[in-house]
């Protein structure tokens, strides 16, 4: 079974920081690519990062370079996205995705084949 954790959501003052965690169980990242996603309440689902298991690189959402920091560790199979001077903006569900084919597009969530449950973030204002 092919299963992805997301972890390490909570609420957190404005310019505050969180790390998020996926991990991997039934499969390994390897030669994928992995995406993190979000959706706030009454909005649609946006890209917010994406990065390659087999050259790292990296992809960010206009919104959040600069803040966010993507990043892979295979022999934990656990992808992190460090979040740094968080906006209420960023107040969303959180989820990681991993996409098996090739795409020229980095946050396609239709052509990403798995998603874990999400995490939520608040940002108190």
């Known amino acids: 079974e092919v299963q992805l954790q997301a972890s390490g959501g909570g609420v957190v003052q404005v310019g505050g920081s969180l790390r998020l965690s996926c991990a991997a169980s039934?499969?390994?990242?390897?030669?994928?690519?992995i995406g993190w996603f979000r959706q706030a309440p009454g909005k649609g689902r946006e890209g917010v990062s994406s990065?390659?298991?087999?050259?790292?690189?990296?992809f960010y959402a206009d919104s959040v370079k600069g803040r966010f920091t993507i990043s892979i560790d295979l022999a934990k199979d656990t992808v992190y996205l460090q979040m740094n001077n968080l906006r209420p903006e960023d107040t969303a569900v959180y989820y990681c995705?991993?996409?098996?084919?090739?795409?020229?597009?980095?946050?396609?969530?239709?052509?990403?084949?798995?998603w874990g449950q999400g995490t939520l973030v608040t940002v108190s204002s």
């Open positions: 995705a991993v996409r098996v084919y090739h795409s020229d597009y980095p946050f396609l969530a239709y052509e990403y084949e798995y």
């Open positions: 039934g499969f390994s990242f390897d030669d994928y690519h």
């Open positions: 990065i390659s298991s087999s050259d790292d690189s990296t």
